[in-house]
C-alpha cells in the first residue's frame, strides 16, 4: 500500500510537470541546500536529514524533526538552491505501524517554490516512513525511507 501511494505522487509529479511551462531547470552541477529552517515550531528538535535524489545526486532533502513532550515528528521537503522558483514540492508522512498518510504539496495550484510541510505525525513508540519530492521542467526527484525515527 505505501508502495503504491509513493507511486501515486511520483505520477502526480509527472502530470504537474506536462502541465506547466516556464519552470527554471536544475543544472547537473551540485547545489547547496536551501537553508534548513524549523517551521515545526520551537518545541520541535532537528534530527535528521534524508536526501531526495535527482540523476543520482541530491536534488534536495526531507528534514525530520521531534517534539519529546508530546510525541510529534515533524517532516518538511526542501529543494536545493538552484531550484529557485516554479516548483514542485512534495512531502508524505506516515506512522509505520497503520497510520494514515499526512501529504502535503499534492493538490492542484498548490506551488511550494521552497519547501513543503511542516506535516505532524504522533508516533511515540512507533517508526514514521517519509517520502519528499520535487518536480521542474528540468526533471524532477522523489525518495522515500521506512523506519525513520524509531521514537
Known sequence: MRNIFRTRAAALLGA?????????GL????????PRTNHCGSAYGFLKSWQILWRGQSGGFIDVYYNNSNGYNCVMARGNDNVLSNVWDLVVAARRSGGTWQVDGDK???????YAGPLYVYAPNSCIDITGSFDASGGG???GYDNVHCG
Open 16 to 24: 504537474a510537470a506536462l502541465t506547466t511551462s516556464g519552470l527554471v
Open 108 to 114: 492542484p495550484g498548490q506551488n511550494f517554490t521552497k
Open 141 to 143: 526527484g522523489a525518495s
Open 27 to 34: 543544472s547537473a552541477s551540485p547545489a547547496s541546500a536551501i
